[in-house]
């Protein structure tokens, strides 16, 4: 039955994918057969840095230190989600976890929280068969793993535990060594998404209950399922529809949702670059490193404080005046702020203030999105199509004639508009360059770190600009458009369905999302919160396209 | 004088010292430790051990400006590379060799890197450091060492600032904080090889038995996934199994290293791309690695300088974006700016070579037993040329090769310059690259 199933998956595919002997071993009919296995969709994602720290938190509680080197992470198709399918963990990798593991572990053993934690009496010597450590093992490892652990696994650590316990002549050493093994396995550091089989005549399956759970989890909490998310996958509830819409409805109402979606638009704008941004401190004195984590945090605020403590429409982010300011980010905007010092302080732009395109006039924007020492509209306009619009701009070619560009300190090119006119006028250059700079240009006001100008080299910078066909001037026309752009609210739910799930949209889900999603979400006025429950309650949501069958 | 004996002496020393408490205390370098010919340690007979490292820049050198006028050995050091004076007949100037695409698409600042450190466009072929390190990392702790001075991105696709890959997916990730480098290699996990007492730590053994778990439930854990999952989980395997050779490694008592001291630990230092800041990170960083080759923790280092971001204090524009808009100075005939940071960063490829000069090892120092092999993305950067690439090999690899030459090529891929290192470390290689740049030719004058 294997057998047959499994070249209806070869063939079913019609790709050519690479085939290797998977298993030999006896299948229903008694005999010995060799089976090629199926590529499969990924099903192994690399917990983030952040998902890993909450996970821990959630179990342990957030005053264990879980901070830690980890290794790099991989965006693909614009979304580091996207890439935890494709990461592999390099020997300096496993050396970072173990660490890491071996901290966390031996603070979860520690005196300070062992009795919360664990509450074994410590009297009893070596053995490690009483029912106390085997508990807290079992409990704590269907915690970290997702699931329960299965016998053979509880006996690895049982035996490990025992084994530790020896060598280091603790009782609780060796449950640190059980859980620093744990915290180091691919049951932990992995997500698994383990299919079930639905039918076996078609390519589809979905998610098992576990696997499931964790995907709703880390999606709506950016953390692994908690003890009643758990329970509901154990005991067959989350695969009634009943069952799963309950949780959803549970875990969007949760003050959880926050962390869920500051992880998202992390992601979705990219503000991973913040650790490497770097500015030059001589032109622009007011930046610093901190000043980064300021200018993420205001956006972040300003996103959860318009989309979940208000409800708002998801297109007012380009148009929003009220923000969150601290002391160092008044000071880069010019503005007079309340908050004390590292203190954040609610602040609304005037009607008149240039500042008026929300989010695309924060620092965290223009400063991510520019170059050390100066501003770059071609950037920034790559960083609207991309992140924002899901539009795909192309590399620059390798060949290009750079003998073009004007020479910057020519007095007639002090502006970024005239030094980048080669880029609309030159035909090989203009394809891609006008779909970047005219949005671009339109931010020119702003400097590399955010700060507002009006000059550049003494020439008076024109801001206007262009989206698509609709002309406008300055930040805020740009901020307009993009409230306008219907491009603008396809991708974000674009996005986040493919942030759910794991993997770019295929022809089936785009079609859905063109003519189910996109005009649900409009219904919605374009609120965050239902965005949500459509991906989490949608039959994509725990499908499995062309699985792995075991 | 016989090994016990000497031995005996030692203990001798410390008590005398100490009153019979036992201690770790590092001991001074002592010529005892050596054989009379100082080419092997005493305590084990084998041989001081050749070291291999590279050292990657980005944005080429302007071609015309760094090549020695006449090929051969009493080459003309030019003035454009006068910080590489001091060691002009410990260096080999490679000019002319190029990168050959094959029909595939240039990525710029990537293409020509690939080529240098792996013999091809693509990014499929292991890099040239792990392969050399996969035949000669085996009995240290780290089998490689990577660091960058910064993890800004550069001019390149490649998302992550190092040259090390063992295939496509699997890339040895750089650090770019000298306290976490130094933390890394000589915090607590640290084991001084002088150091006299040496008693296996228990929590390494309880380490050695938690990573030995891991592996336990591989097999139900690989039935259940695809044939890509599994390979990704194959390699993960693979990493648990490199660090339990790690710890086995630190359960052994080290030989001694007369060569070996601690170095100062690093302050906390800022991290950006600014050329000031750029040069006291790679100082901070290459003093550990050249610590590290001399306490044996690794015999391969890999320095990532730069991917082209560097800046100066006060200018709007990087190195990377000058190369491109900078225009030619009508009286110097080149891009002035950019011959600046060119020179900026010979200096620092200097700096390492003095650094390794400076630790004495018997009657030679580091840099005599090393083999650095320097090269960069491009030739000319400004067109993203792909033809006479900079490639400077440095050091006298144990013996093995000889300096003082310039080596003029035309039309020659730049492999050659990477199967002649690989051979000179002992890896047997018939040839090396992909395509056009399939090469099994040598380069004879380099090699002793």
Redesign the interface.
């Known amino acids: 039955m294997y057998l047959a199933v499994a070249m209806l998956f070869a063939s079913a595919t019609g790709r050519a994918?690479?085939?290797?002997p998977?298993?030999t071993g006896t299948v229903h009919t008694g005999q010995s057969v060799s089976v090629t296995?199926?590529?499969?969709?990924?099903?192994?994602r690399l917990l983030t840095a952040s998902q890993y720290k909450a996970t821990v938190a959630d179990i342990f509680g957030s005053d264990i230190n879980a901070d830690g080197?980890l290794?790099?992470e991989?965006?693909k198709d614009g979304l580091l989600a996207l890439g935890s399918a494709?990461?592999?963990?390099?020997?300096?990798?496993?050396?970072e976890y173990?660490l890491l593991a071996?901290k966390v572990a031996a603070q979860v053993i520690d005196e300070k929280h062992r009795n919360n934690l664990i509450g074994c009496a410590p009297s009893v010597p070596l053995k490690i068969t009483d029912s106390c450590t085997k508990g807290f093992i079992a409990t704590a490892g269907r915690l970290l793993y997702r699931r329960p652990l299965?016998s053979?696994?509880l006996k690895?650590?049982l035996?490990?535990a025992q084994?530790?316990a020896g060598?280091?002549k603790d009782r609780y050493?060796g449950i640190g060594?059980s859980l620093?093994?744990m915290l180091?396995?691919?049951?932990f550091l992995y997500r698994?998404e383990?299919p079930r089989v639905i039918r076996s005549t078609s390519n589809e399956g979905e998610l098992d209950s576990y696997s499931a759970a964790q995907r709703l989890s880390f999606f709506l909490w950016n953390s692994a399922p908690d003890a009643e998310l758990l329970s509901a996958a154990q005991s067959g509830k989350l695969d009634t529809s009943s069952g799963w819409n309950r949780q959803v409805d549970r875990l969007l109402a949760s003050p959880r949702l926050e962390l869920g979606l500051r992880a998202y638009f992390e992601d979705m704008l990219g503000f991973d670059g913040f650790?490497?941004?770097?500015k030059?401190?001589?032109?622009y004195p007011k930046y610093s490193?901190i000043l980064g984590v300021d200018a993420k945090e205001e956006t972040l605020r300003t996103i959860i404080d318009l989309l979940l403590r208000n409800g708002g429409d998801y297109r007012d982010l380009f148009i929003v005046k009220d923000t969150f300011l601290t002391k160092r980010l008044g000071a880069v905007y010019g503005v007079p702020t309340e908050a004390a010092s590292d203190t954040w302080a609610p602040f609304k732009f005037s009607d008149r203030d240039p500042r008026g395109a929300g989010i695309l006039t924060h620092a965290s924007f223009v400063a991510l999105h520019s170059?050390?020492?100066?501003s770059s509209a071609t950037i920034r306009g790559r960083a609207i199509r991309e992140l924002l619009l899901c539009q795909k701009v192309p590399?620059?070619?390798?060949?290009?004639?750079?003998n073009l560009?004007q020479?910057?300190s020519n007095p007639l090119y002090r502006t970024a508009r005239q030094r980048l006119q080669v880029h609309a006028t030159e035909p090989m250059c203009a394809g891609c360059h006008k779909l970047t700079d005219p949005v671009g240009l339109s931010l020119e006001n702003f400097d590399t770190i955010g700060a507002h100008r009006t000059e550049e080299n003494g020439a008076v910078i024109d801001a206007s600009g262009q989206l698509d066909g609709v002309k406008f001037e300055g930040a805020n026309g740009l901020g307009k458009a993009m409230h306008d752009s219907p491009a603008a609210t396809a991708c974000v739910a674009e996005k986040l369905y493919e942030y759910g799930v794991g993997h770019s949209v295929n022809k089936a889900e785009r079609e859905w999302l063109k003519t189910n999603l996109g005009p649900s979400f409009e219904q919605e006025g374009y609120r965050i919160v239902p965005l949500l429950r459509l991906i989490a309650m949608s039959p994509g949501f725990r499908a499995v396209v062309n699985p792995?069958i075991? | 004088m016989r090994i016990a004996t000497k031995l005996a002496n030692r203990r001798k020393v410390l008590k005398g010292i100490l009153g019979s408490a036992v201690v770790t205390v590092a001991l001074p370098m002592l010529d005892c430790f050596l054989t009379s010919n100082g080419n092997a340690l005493a305590a084990t007979g084998s041989e001081i051990p050749v070291r291999f490292g590279t050292w990657y820049w980005g944005c080429g050198l302007r071609p015309g400006r760094w090549e020695p006028v006449k090929p051969g050995a009493g080459y003309e050091m030019r003035e454009h590379l006068r910080s590489l004076a001091p060691f002009k007949d410990r260096i080999n100037i490679l000019s002319g060799l190029d990168v050959s695409l094959d029909g595939n698409p240039a990525r710029v600042h990537w293409s020509g890197t690939r080529a240098c450190s792996a013999g091809e466009v693509l990014d499929n072929a292991p890099s040239i450091d792990t392969i050399i390190s996969g035949l000669i990392g085996n009995s240290t702790r780290f089998r490689s060492l990577e660091a960058s001075t910064s993890e800004a991105k550069g001019a390149a696709a490649n998302t992550v600032n190092s040259i090390s890959r063992i295939n496509s997916a699997l890339i040895n990730p750089p650090e770019a904080s000298p306290t976490a480098l130094y933390t890394r290699i000589f915090g607590p996990e640290f084991h001084d090889p002088n150091a006299a007492e040496f008693r296996p730590n228990p929590n390494l053994m309880v380490k050695k038995s938690v990573l030995s778990a891991i592996k336990e439930d591989a097999d139900a854990l690989k039935r259940q996934i695809g044939a890509n999952d599994r390979q990704r989980l194959d390699e993960y395997f693979t990493s648990v199994r490199e660090i339990e050779r790690q710890v086995d490694l630190q359960l052994v008592k080290p030989a001694p290293l007369p060569s070996c001291t601690m170095p100062t630990q690093p302050h906390e230092t800022p991290e950006g791309t600014e050329v000031d800041t750029v040069s006291t990170n790679h100082a901070l960083l290459i003093n550990l690695l050249v610590h590290a080759f001399a306490c044996d923790q690794t015999r391969v280092l890999n320095m990532y300088f730069t991917g082209g971001e560097l800046h100066k204090s006060g200018d709007p524009t990087t190195h990377h974006t000058n190369t491109h808009e900078e225009p030619i100075d009508e009286r110097a005939g080149y891009q002035v700016k950019v011959a600046w940071y060119e020179e900026y960063i010979m200096d620092n490829f200097a700096a390492l070579l003095k650094a390794l000069d400076g630790v004495k090892e018997g009657d030679k120092t580091l840099l005599d037993r090393t083999l650095i092999y320097a090269f960069s993305d491009h030739g000319l950067a400004q067109s993203h040329g792909l033809q006479n690439i900079p490639i400077i090999l440095a050091g006298g690899a144990g013996g093995r090769m000889k300096g003082g030459n310039h080596i003029a090529f035309r039309g020659e891929p730049v492999t050659r310059a990477g199967l002649t290192i690989q051979r000179i470390m002992g890896v047997n290689a018939e040839s090396w690259g992909t395509g056009s740049m399939k090469t099994s030719d040598s380069i004879s004058e380099i090699v002793a």
């Open positions: 994918q690479s085939q290797e998977f298993f296995a199926p590529v499969g969709p990924p099903a192994l080197d290794p790099p991989i965006r494709q990461t592999t963990i390099a020997p300096t990798g496993i050396e173990a071996h299965t053979g696994e690895t650590q035996e490990l084994k530790g060598i280091l050493a060594a620093t093994n180091s396995s691919p049951q698994w383990n650790k490497s941004l770097s030059d401190l001589v032109l490193s170059h050390p020492g100066r590399d620059p070619p390798g060949n290009v004639n750079f560009v020479d910057t792995v075991r």
